[in-house]
């Protein structure tokens, strides 16, 4: 069954009209902060895509739509999307306007667990978890197949339990998330706090001596050199990712975890090591299977896939 | 409709024939560790309530069954139930044998849960999470009116995530679990740290000098008197749940909280210092409600008429 889904990033709106979480056709529009022409730019680019393909909207299941904020999503609102200071927008009203077919809205990390879970590297499983390693973590549950957004679509905010009570500050007002151990910028800033105690660090030639240039990927890049300040920065970060599973699996024991957003691209190393630290604390859960662990393979379609998967029963 | 519930304990089995969550009939039988003779003694016990009421299994919607440890629940199976040293116990088979009828197994805390959503204190609620802060920390999850197990019965383990990576030993195994944190033993542990620190504390007084006699209740009772270390105790002991609780609302968004266990007995004055905390730290759920809190109010009965609630869709 074919259905559009689209990708709302904060510079721009990806579009596609996919096939069984295959792309078949797309399209993208430069976002704007002006709501009603971006909606008439994105319902523009979907019935340039039916035209083009010699369908109407009663040849799709529906329009799925994922973005970063928070949305409700029964009213098909999207309540806040901070970068386009979107707020109490109801883009499925909206586009129904032009275009009268299903249309779901989502939140990101829910679209991208989704499409992992139908389409990508968790299909095999009817459960999987996905944490989304990025600016801050985002979570998906998929249950049944089905996705599980909690209440008032308001749940599944995994990135934001406690890991340490009284922590590193979170983004959510909270102090000690998953968020501000776990994330890539979490991981960047652990990077810096080691580089500063350690000034022989090969991760200080890496950036030319600035420390501005640090990202993601400088710590297990040294590590992989043999740096010791490196691994240490890497040892942590596994042991902070490797709790946060655990909580996940105490939670839904659920088949697999997927793990995406930029740390993910460390691939098998991260995975290998995140696998041993579950398995060596494994005490609690005597009895009960370790999930696999996997690295989310839908990349930058995942947005589009996922959210096409929305109005797909 | 008629069903029967099997509360499982450490000192007792107790058997009650319940229709619409109140309890018509009951037995209970002294535990023994001979899992034979207890599950005939427990069939024996249901058929003689059967047989009181005139009736046979035939009008009875099935057995359900409740006991701390962990279950397989698509298999009827007790894995471990640690009281009593049974071990991959095939219960709801070994029942059916003498009692043809329907048979689900599940864990004390889960069917605690379901007994206050369909039952209890939150059946005016399509989705509530319970927590029973007793010897341990016991979590269930109820979604659409459904108890949500995790996959393989294994998940919905709440009181087991992180609160203080590496922080308490946590009987699961691993370091800083909510249970280590907010069980009843973890509030006792605290009265007795505190205590030691402040041996002008009037919670001395009331204990006659021996730290052996406190309980969970101490703290509470002396902060009400005015005194000071015990209010501390009481506020680290807030501040604890309240976290527990907020990662819970990330998680599910439910409509209401269920505080069950020992600690529960304190009423609206936790009620009202954790709501007052979890609004005050609201900042994360802008836009989302703060579910209700509530304390369970089936008591000692919660274990017999959640059980008889897992078998009635």
Known sequence: MKAIGIDIGGMSIKIGLCEDGKIISRRKVITTKDYGEAIDKTCDAILSILNELGITENDIAGIGIGCPGTV???QGKIDFLPNLGWKDVYIADSIKKR???????SNDANVAALGENIYGVAKKYDSSVMLTLGTGVGG???IDRKLYEGG???GAELGHLTLILGGEQCGCGRKGCIEAYASATALMRQTREEMLLNKDSLMWKIVDGDIEKVDGKLAFDCEKAGDKS???VVDNYVTYLSEAIMNMCNIFRPQAIVLGGGVSAQGDN???RVKAYCEKFNYGYRGAPVPEILCATLGNDAGIIGASA????
Chains 1, 2 share one sequence.
């Open 99 to 105: 275009i009268d077919t299903k249309i779901v809205v």
């Open 310 to 313: 929305l109005v797909i029963e």
């Open 230 to 232: 490196a691994k240490k």
């Open 152 to 154: 008032e679509s308001k």
């Open 72 to 74: 409700t999503g029964s």
């Open 140 to 142: 998906g549950i998929i």
């Open 270 to 272: 991260l995975v290998k």
